[in-house]
T-cell receptor, first 121, second 110 residues
Framework: GAVVSQHPSWVICKSGTSVKIECRSL??????MFWYRQFPKQSLMLMAT?????????EQGVEKDKFLINHASLTLSTLTVTSAHPEDSSFYIC?????????????????FGPGTRLTVT | QKEVEQDPGPLSVPEGAIVSLNCTYS??????FMWYRQYSRKGPELLMY????GNKEDGRFTAQVDKSSKYISLFIRDSQPSDSATYLC??????????FGSGTQLTVLP
């Protein structure tokens, strides 16, 4: 299957600082990428849908000014957590949609990155 | 009520057991059904997928979908310690957004 990478895999930052997380589709182009947040022993919560060349669409309750998303190319989306606080500590996972994916899934498939563990002290 | 309900477990079984994981859903528009496996501190990986109702088998894994009951299952035969992970059901309709279950944490004891 296709590969999605994330960087960094783990980051610790101080409260009040900003952190940028990169998500890359390595062997396919992704017009659409997704950012999820996952708390321990809980499922993935969709934060926003990132579309190349346009503004991201945020889910209800997600602060767009706090979680800045940039999808500047077909292989790269970034999530910047601004003015991070301890409650922002979580596992952030990106996903990229491969439009040339499995026909049995309607022609596209979502591939997930390995996740980034953010700890805000 | 959540659109997708999944028993969070945790579920602990001995090696070699048959494991049954289940999800129910309320949205009749869902057409594509998937099971993802997520190891600790890793991203989810697609394990099985089915379209509409029916069964699909891949090695030790069988996915079943019963759209009339809005119920999907994943069976793991001859479970191995390496199967220990969290299993997430996911589904979508013509809208391209996945809806996930809460995940079931499985431990297979050697």
């Amino acid at each position: 299957g296709a590969v999605v990478s994330q960087h960094p895999s783990w980051v610790i930052c101080k409260s009040g600082t900003s952190v940028k997380i990169e998500c890359r589709s390595l062997d396919f182009q992704a017009t659409t990428m997704f950012w999820y947040r996952q708390f321990p022993k809980q499922s993935l919560m969709l934060m926003a849908t990132s579309n190349e060349g346009s503004k991201a669409t945020y889910e209800q309750g997600v602060e767009k000014d706090k979680f800045l998303i940039n999808h500047a190319s077909l292989t790269l989306s970034t999530l910047t957590v601004t003015s991070a606080h301890p409650e922002d500590s979580s596992f952030y996972i990106c996903s990229a949609r491969d439009e040339g994916g499995l026909a049995a899934l309607g022609g596209y498939e979502q591939y997930f990155g390995p996740g980034t563990r953010l700890t805000v002290t | 009520q959540k659109e997708v309900e999944q028993d969070p477990g945790p579920l602990s079984v001995p090696e070699g057991a048959i494991v049954s994981l289940n999800c129910t859903y309320s949205n009749s528009a869902f057409q594509y059904f998937m099971w993802y496996r997520q190891y600790s501190r890793k991203g989810p990986e697609l394990l099985m997928y089915t379209y509409s109702s029916g069964n699909k088998e891949d090695g030790r894994f069988t996915a079943q979908v019963d759209k009339s009951s809005k119920y999907i299952s994943l069976f793991i035969r001859d479970s191995q310690p390496s199967d220990s992970a969290t299993y997430l059901c996911a589904m979508r309709g013509s809208a391209r957004q996945l809806t996930f279950g809460s995940g079931t944490q499985l431990t297979v004891l050697p």
